[in-house]
């Protein structure tokens, strides 16, 4: 199996180099990454609960998905591949926002991305990939935010930063 590598990036977004995925997960140092929130015609978002294997935030509660663009994928295609390879489907994607965080992880760890926020609409059940995803659910924003409220603990770090954040660049009904 290939190691994955991440593109290091400036707060700018330029990409300064590449280092494997743990490695820079190991050093806390800042790379490129993507969250996807997929939407129904309900207006209800796409959950997923992390696989009990993950080497970090396993079996939390999350974003439709998200990861690490390859080099030369565009934010697009690495977000529609990676919806495919968790999730078992692709929708058309677009572009809102980027933001910087830094979340430390209780195993040594830590998150440093730059990540890009990618919305879509998807209306049909997942497939899920069951080596990435234990398992998914569809909530309305309002939802979700009263959970966030109530068990923190059950949600991923830059989920929790996405919500309190950037909720109304999330929120497709404004």
Known sequence: MVEEHVILVNENDEQIGTMPKLEAHEKAVLHRAFSVFIFNDHNELLLQQRAKHKYHSPLLWTNTCCSH???G???IDAGKRRLMEEMGFVTDLRETISFIYKAPFDNGLTEHELDHILIGQYNDEPKINPDEVESWKWM???????DIELH???YTAWFKIIFDRFYEHINITK
């Open 140 to 146: 309305t924003l309002e939802a979700v935010k009263v």
């Open 152 to 154: 923190p603990a059950h």
């Open 69 to 71: 663009q390859r080099e």
């Open 73 to 75: 994928e565009s934010n």
